[in-house]
């Protein structure tokens, strides 16, 4: 059996349903304890992999809805610290998997080695690394595997075959595909790039592949999941906790609909 | 003159510059920046390439540009000799025109129509505006709403230029949010859009083709000053932002043991106050935009907001070629206070007749103490990279120079 929480977790909810959904929420937003609720309330509505996000001063590759939730968790005073405390309660709280999404400079400051360590220690399950490439990750691929976590890349519709392979390669867990090119957001069309994209991934990698950016209902859950292993949901969930928990788990509901295998 | 534009610079042609550089953005961006990389290569050593841009730094730009030695100036530091490159007298004001057209032409060559640019005083904004019009291309500017605000001259020029300015909103509102919202923009257009980056700084190709294409103001300062006094400078001195001026003046000399290299960083309060733009005097090692440098930031690895008066040099990060400059010694980065800044400002406009950028004026102020410490019969060569109309307000404000009487609403 695989070593990867994720690879594990996503071959169990294979089981009994369509493929797993990732449900992403920042730490710390709209504040640390109503993010930690939160990220149980997912737990508890469907969700099977939790990806916490660190809020960070300069999210390049986020959209408007995500950049005004971390803006708000770090005015409310957000601090590293803070990400291993969430993962802690939320791990303890419920069986969820737990990654956090981070971009590199917050690891590279803490200490890669000493990042990975605590992040194990507090039950994490690893990290997206969303400006990290495969070549300069040396550093963090010997520290994850160090303490046994997982890592997740990029594959990009731009990506040539060569550099897919090296993102399948480095990832553990799974590899998060790029459903289209652009930042974070919710959007009607899911790209058709997405399709083809996993398919040239399935020809270099047997591994998990989780397509994330745009995916906002049910219904794209639903055909994502036809062609892909898991479908990754952010800014849809970030901008129905901003009405509140009743309201993230109704969106939550929806969403794991298409997780139903039809 | 002869075109020493495409010889290998000492320091490499990246991606790395020791343990800085790389490419730490995000995987959708990676092709776009392999094509620009793998063009650049082919295209900085195509002879066609390397006339075309010398007929247009000639026709266009007006280059080369002089070398003025400032001898009233010059008095007021310690007595030495010093020379100023003129690149305030470029065409558009600054030595953001000798990157930007030559990323244009690259831009042709890959065959995209549009292009945008993050710009802090709004000098590389305006170039790339330029260079759009020029060459019938597409042209978004973002800006920081608070440069927008404080360099509202040069919105109106790349307004008047046909570009559209984007003012951000995000985060504090200035250079590193303006970078921010491009590279987003970038990544959402990579296949039509060309991101023309203003500085030595970004990922891979960028610190690299930035300097091949700034270098031509050490390159021809090298020789000018040589015929001017038959020897090589004792120091040469400019202002770091994000690098590009600096690493143009610079690269000429790194090869040259005795010619000391002097980078003013923007002091703002004080590189001891939380006030500060001195990313090299007060950062510490880390990630920013897409590069390993020295990066103004928290303990958490948040970045620091900076702080300066000049708007091009108020960045909480810095080129990676001037971090591997500043680890190896081979190159002294020092801050420079707002207030010094806009005293040397003064006194070359007092002394001199020339009113330099808020930005160069921190070379300046630089280069006052430099003098004293060197000592009269040194040589010492200074870039001039912009000219200060676009700061009459901040100037005027600073100094209170307007009759309120005379102000019109
Ligand atoms: C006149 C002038 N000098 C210097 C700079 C700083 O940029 P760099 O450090 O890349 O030369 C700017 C940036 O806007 C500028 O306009």
């Given at each position: 059996?695989?070593?990867?929480?994720?690879?594990?977790?996503?071959?169990?909810?294979?089981?009994?349903?369509?493929?797993?959904?990732?449900?992403?929420?920042?730490?710390?937003?709209?504040?640390?304890?109503?993010?930690?609720?939160?990220?149980?309330?997912?737990?508890?509505?469907?969700?099977?992999?939790?990806?916490?996000?660190?809020?960070?001063?300069?999210?390049?590759?986020?959209?408007?809805?995500?950049?005004?939730?971390?803006?708000?968790?770090?005015?409310?005073?957000?601090?590293?610290?803070?990400?291993?405390?969430?993962?802690?309660?939320?791990?303890?709280?419920?069986?969820?998997?737990?990654?956090?999404?981070?971009?590199?400079?917050?690891?590279?400051?803490?200490?890669?080695?000493?990042?990975?360590?605590?992040?194990?220690?507090?039950?994490?399950?690893?990290?997206?690394?969303?400006?990290?490439?495969?070549?300069?990750?040396?550093?963090?691929?010997?520290?994850?595997?160090?303490?046994?976590?997982?890592?997740?890349?990029?594959?990009?519709?731009?990506?040539?075959?060569?550099?897919?392979?090296?993102?399948?390669?480095?990832?553990?867990?799974?590899?998060?595909?790029?459903?289209?090119?652009?930042?974070?957001?919710?959007?009607?069309?899911?790209?058709?790039?997405?399709?083809?994209?996993?398919?040239?991934?399935?020809?270099v990698t047997d591994r998990p592949l989780a397509v994330g950016i745009g995916i906002s209902t049910g219904a794209q859950v639903a055909e994502v999941l036809t062609y892909a292993d898991g479908a990754i949901v952010g800014s849809r969930l970030v901008t129905a906790l901003g009405e509140g928990l009743a309201s993230l788990a109704d969106v939550a509901d929806g969403l794991a609909e298409g997780t139903r295998r039809p | 003159m002869t075109d020493t534009s495409v010889a290998p610079s000492p320091s490499g042609p990246g991606p790395y510059f020791g343990a800085y550089g790389g490419r730490w953005v995000p995987e959708p961006l990676i092709a776009a920046l392999d094509e620009l990389a793998t063009a650049w290569a082919e295209l900085k050593v195509d002879p066609g390439f390397r006339s075309e841009l010398a007929a247009l730094h000639r026709d266009y730009t007006g280059r080369p540009s002089p070398l003025t030695e400032v001898p009233r100036f010059a008095a007021h530091a310690g007595g030495a000799r010093v020379f100023l490159k003129r690149e305030d007298l470029n065409h558009t004001g600054s030595h953001k025109i000798n990157n930007v057209l030559g990323q244009a032409l690259l831009t042709r060559k890959i065959g995209k129509q549009r292009v945008i640019a993050e710009t802090g005083a709004g000098q590389h904004g305006v170039a790339t505006a330029t260079a759009a019009a020029l060459f019938g291309l597409d042209c978004t500017i973002y800006m920081g709403e608070v440069d927008t605000e404080r360099q509202a001259l040069n919105v109106a020029r790349m307004r008047l230029l046909g570009a559209e300015v984007v003012p951000v909103t995000s985060g504090s509102r200035t250079l590193k949010d303006a970078i921010n919202e491009a590279m987003r923009d970038w990544v959402t257009n990579v296949a039509t859009t060309t991101y023309i980056f203003g500085t030595a700084a970004g990922p891979h190709p960028f610190p690299a083709m930035v300097r091949d294409l700034q270098r031509i103001i050490g390159d021809e300062a090298r020789a000018q000053l040589l015929e001017r006094t038959g020897a090589l400078p004792d120091a040469v001195a400019a202002c770091v932002g994000g690098g590009s001026n600096a690493i143009g003046i610079f690269t000429a000399f790194l090869a040259d043991p005795g010619v000391a290299l002097y980078g003013f960083e923007a002091g703002g309060d004080g590189a001891d106050t939380p006030r500060t733009a001195a990313t090299i005097s007060v950062g510490r090692p880390g990630v920013l935009h897409g590069a390993r440098s020295y990066v103004l930031q928290d303990e958490d690895g948040q970045t620091v907001e900076s702080h300066s008066v000049s708007a091009g040099l108020d960045y909480p990060g810095v080129g990676p070629e001037h971090a591997f400059l500043a680890d190896s010694g081979r190159a002294t980065y020092r801050a420079v206070t707002d207030a010094a800044a806009m005293d040397a400002l003064r006194l070359l406009s007092r002394t001199e007749g020339i009113i330099p950028a808020i930005e160069s004026a921190h070379a300046l102020a630089g280069v006052l103490e430099l003098g004293k410490e060197l000592g009269s019969g040194a040589t010492i060569l200074v870039n001039l990279s912009g000219r200060g109309d676009k700061d009459t307000t901040t100037v005027a404000r600073w100094f209170d120079l307007v009759d309120r009487d005379a102000v019109q609403e």
């Open positions: 059996m695989s070593t990867s929480v994720l690879e594990r977790r996503f071959a169990s909810v294979k089981a009994t349903r369509a493929g797993t959904l990732v449900g992403y929420l920042p730490i710390g937003y709209p504040d640390l304890a109503t993010s930690i609720e939160a990220a149980i309330t997912l737990t508890q509505h469907g969700v099977d992999v939790l990806e916490l996000g660190l809020p960070y001063s300069d999210p390049v590759i986020d959209g408007p809805t995500i950049q005004a939730a971390t803006t708000i968790a770090l005015e409310q005073g957000f601090r590293l610290k803070h990400a291993f405390e969430a993962v802690r309660e939320i791990s303890r709280a419920s069986d969820a998997a737990v990654l956090c999404m981070t971009y590199y400079n917050p690891v590279l400051s803490y200490g890669v080695e000493r990042f990975a360590t605590d992040l194990a220690a507090a039950g994490g399950a690893g990290l997206i690394t969303p400006d990290l490439v495969p070549e300069e990750a040396g550093e963090w691929i010997a520290a994850s595997d160090a303490a046994g976590l997982d890592r997740v890349f990029l594959a990009a519709p731009t990506s040539p075959d060569e550099r897919l392979r090296a993102a399948a390669e480095a990832s553990r867990g799974f590899t998060y595909v790029v459903s289209t090119m652009g930042i974070t957001g919710a959007r009607s069309d899911v790209d058709s790039a997405a399709r083809s994209l996993v398919g040239r991934l399935r020809a | -």
